[in-house]
C-alpha cells in the first residue's frame, strides 16, 4: 500500500486525578492508509481514547503525548487550535456513538448538513440543500425533505446517528474516525451505513477507523484489525485472519463469544493475565 | 529513637482508623456508612472555600454553645455611664450601644437566635417542601395539580412581604417570625423536589422495587427522597444566609426578635439612629450576619460540587 | 406456521401466556399502539427468547407483563390465573425482573446489602442475614461485597446483584429484558452462564428479550421474533439455526447477524 495517511508512534493518554494518574493509552503506535482499520477493545482498553487523541478532544485533566501524530504531512501536535479546527470536520471526520452532544439544538438539522457541506465546497445555498438532502437519503431517511425541517430533538435517537452520520460525511473527509458508529441503529440501517462508510474508502481512498467492540462486524468490515487491552495494542492481523488470532486475550474474546451454528453447554470464559499488562505494545504500521 | 517507638502505637491507630474508614470492603452496614462520610469528609477538606465556609458555621455553633464564657457582660446588663462607648474601649472590644450595653456580649448570646433560626427553618420548610414535591411528582395526576397549583399561589408573593402578613396576622415575635419564614420558605424546595422526582421515577431501579411490591409511601421515603436529598442540602444551605437576612429584616422592622433580645436585625435597627455619629452599633451585628451568610454560601457552593450525584462518578 | 397455533400447542403445560395482547401509550389523539395482537406461551421450566429491534415493542411486552405498564388489552395468564390490572403480592413472589442497564438498576445511595433485604423485608421474610449471604454466593460475588456502594462495583458485578435481587423472592418466572447489551464480551459470557446454571438448579421459567440473535440460540429453546409490535414468526431455535426461517424480516436479521454484507 501507498504512503500512509496516518502515523501514530508512541501516543499516551493520561488522567491526572488528585490521587492517582490513570494512563487511558499506553505508548501505541500504528499508521492508517487508505483502508479500514478496525479498533476492538472492551471497555476501558482506551479504544475510544486514541480516537479523541489524534483530534485533540482529550479534556483536562486528560493530557496526550506522542511521538509523532502525523496526517497527510502535517504534525498535528504542532497545530494552534485555530488550525486544528481547519482540520476537524473537514478533513477528519468523528462520528460518535451518541449523536446528543453533536448537533447543535438550536439548528434545523439541514442547514446543519448543508453548512457542513458548504465549508469545503464553494456553492450555492440551493445546492448545497440538494446534496443534504440526498445524503439524508443516502441514510436511509424515508422522508429527506420533513427531516431538513427539524429540530435535532424533533427526530429520535437512530434517526440522529443517521443525520450526524451524513453530517460527517458529506464534507467527504480524507480520514473518518467512527467510534462506536452503528450500535445504536437497527441492522438494516447499520447496513446501508456501513456500506456507505465501505463506497467512500472504495472510491475515494478514504481512511477510515472504525472502533467497535463487535468482533464479528469489525472481522467482516475491515481490512484491518488492532486489538487493544489495557491502553495497548496486544495484536494486529488481517481482519479474515481474526479466527487464527495468536493472543490469548484475542482468543479469549473471541471463544466467549455465542454463536447461531455451534451451539454449547457453556461460553468459555476469559482469564485475564496480568502479565497481558507489561508486555511492550505491539506496533500496528501498513 | 525512643521517641519514635513511643510514637508508634498512636501512629498505627490512626493509620488503622484510616484503613477501616477507606476501605472497599467494609463489614458491617455502621462502617458502610462511616466510609461513605468519610470520603464525603475528604471532598470537603480539598475545597478550600467550601472548607472555610463549613469552619465558620462552626465556630458559629461552638460561640452560640459557649456564650456565657466567650461574653464579658451580660447581654441585656446596662451602663448608662458608658453608653455609645466607641469600640476598643475599657472593657467595650466592639463599643457599647444606646444603653451601654457591650455589642461584643450581645452578638455573642445573638448568635444563639441566630441559630435557632436557622435550625429551625431548615427542619421545618425543606421537609415540607420535600413532602410536597416528591408526592406531587411521583403521584402525577390531580395530587400533582393540586399540590403545584397551592405552590403556585405562595411562590407568587415576595417571600418578606408574605412573611409580614403572616407577622402581622399571628402577632410579633421571634417565634411567629421563624414560623413565617419557614410557611413562605417551602415552595422552591417542593419544586426541585418534584423536578428532580419526575427524573427519578421512571429510573430502572424504581422500577426494580415496584415490581418487588413497594407500596407509593416506601418508594417515595426511601428511594426517592435519598435521591433529592443532595440538592435540597445545596439549596438550604445556600438559602439560609436569605433566611438569616430575612429574619434580620423582620428584626429591623419590629416584627421579629422583641428588645430587648440581641437579635442581630433588631440592633442593627436599633443602630440606625446613630448610624452617622456612632457607626459601630449598626455596623457590628452588620458584620457578623455578613460572615455567617458567608459561611453558609461558601458551604453551599462547595457542597453543591461535592453532593453533585453526577460527579461522584469520578 | 401462524403464531397462535403454536401458542395452543404449548397450552398444555403453559406457565406464562399471553393472548392478543395490545398495548397503548399516550392518550387521547396521541394514544399509540406499541404492541398489536401479540400472543405466545412459555413452558414450565422452559427459555422463550423474544428478538427485535430498538423499537419494536419487545421491552414493553416485559413490562406490561410485569405491572409496570397500565394500558392494555387481552390476556396474561400466569400459572393459569390471569392478570388484572392491579397484581397482588404473591404476583411478585412468582415473577421478577432484570433489567438491561446494570448502571441505572440499582439505588445508587443503598448499599448493596440494603438491595438485597428490601424484597425480603417488604415481605416479611425472615432470616435475613443468611438469605443475602446466600444470593451473593449464588450468583458468584461472596460476601464480602455485601456493604459497597454500586458505584465500587464493575458492571458486571452490578448485574450480578441485579440478578441477586431478582431471585431473593423466589419467583419462578424471571424476565430478562437484554440483560448483557450494556456489558463487555467476555463479561456476558459470564453472566449467560451463570443465568444458565441459575436456571437449571432452582428450576426457573425464562422470558428472554433481546436483540442479539446469538445470545438468544444459546439461552432459548424457542424464539419469537417482534417488529413493529407485531409477532412477525415463532420459531425453534433448531429452525433458526437451520437458516430456514419464513419470514424475510427473520430472514434480514439472521443475515445482518453474520457480519457485513457488501454491497
Known sequence: MSKPLLEIEDLWVRFQTKRKVVEAVRGISFSVGRERIGIVGESGSGKSMTGRAILRLIREPGKVKAGKILFDGIDLQSLSEKEMRGIRGHRISLVMQDPKFSLNPVMKVGQQIAEAYRVHNKSSKAEAKKRALKMLEAVQIRNPERVYDSYPHEVSGGMGQRIMIAMMLIPEPDLLIADEPTSALDVTVQMRVLQIMDKLVRDRGMGLIFISHDLNLVSSFCDRVIIMYGGKIVETCRADELQQAKHPYTRGLLAALPHIHSPCERLSVLERDPRWQEEPSVDAFI | MTESTNNSPSVTDSSNLRAWLTTETPRSRFQAKMTQLYSGWQSLRSNPLALVGFLILVILILVAVFAPFLATHGPSEQNLAMRLAPPGSDGYLLGSDEFGRDIWSRIIFGSRITLMIVVLVACTAPVFGLLVGTVAGYLGGWPDMVLMRITDIFLAFPRLVLALAFVAALGAGIENAILAISLTAWPPYARIARAETLTIRNADYISAIQLQGAGSLRIITGHIWPMCMSSIIVRVTLDMAGIILTAAGLGFLGLGAQPPMPEWGAMISAGRKFLLDHWWVATMPGLAIFIVSLGFNLLGDGLRDILDPKGEQS | ?263
Open chain 3, 1 to 263: 406456521m401462524h403464531s397462535s397455533e403454536v401458542a395452543q400447542q404449548l397450552k398444555a403445560d403453559a406457565t406464562l401466556e399471553i393472548s392478543n395482547l395490545d398495548v397503548f401509550f399516550g392518550q387521547g389523539m396521541e394514544r399509540l399502539q406499541a404492541v398489536k395482537d401479540v400472543s405466545f406461551s412459555v413452558a414450565k421450566g422452559g427459555s422463550f427468547g423474544l428478538v427485535g429491534e430498538s423499537g419494536s415493542g419487545k421491552s414493553t411486552v416485559l413490562r406490561t407483563i410485569s405491572g409496570l405498564v397500565g394500558d392494555w388489552k387481552g390476556t396474561i395468564n400466569i400459572n393459569g390465573k390471569s392478570m388484572d390490572y392491579r397484581r397482588d403480592r404473591a404476583f411478585y413472589k412468582t415473577i421478577q425482573m432484570v433489567f438491561q442497564d446494570p448502571y441505572a438498576s440499582l439505588h445508587p445511595r443503598h448499599t448493596i446489602d440494603r438491595t438485597l433485604s428490601e424484597p425480603l423485608i417488604l415481605h416479611g421474610v425472615g432470616d435475613r442475614d443468611d438469605r443475602v449471604d446466600q444470593a451473593l454466593l449464588d450468583v458468584g460475588l461472596g460476601t464480602a461485597f455485601r456493604f459497597r456502594y454500586p458505584h465500587q462495583l464493575s458492571g458486571g458485578q452490578r448485574q450480578r446483584v441485579a440478578i441477586a435481587r431478582a431471585l431473593m423472592l423466589e419467583p419462578e418466572i424471571m424476565l430478562l429484558d437484554e440483560p448483557t447489551s450494556a456489558l463487555d464480551v467476555s463479561v456476558q459470557a459470564e453472566i449467560l452462564n451463570l443465568l444458565a446454571d441459575l436456571r437449571q438448579n432452582k428450576n426457573l421459567t425464562y422470558l428472554l428479550v433481546t436483540h442479539n440473535l446469538a445470545v438468544v440460540a444459546h439461552m432459548c429453546e424457542d424464539i419469537a421474533v417482534m417488529n413493529r409490535g407485531e409477532i412477525v414468526e415463532v420459531m425453534s431455535v433448531e429452525t433458526m439455526r437451520k437458516a430456514e426461517p419464513q419470514h424475510p424480516y427473520t430472514r434480514e436479521l439472521l443475515l445482518a447477524s453474520e457480519g457485513y454484507v457488501p454491497e
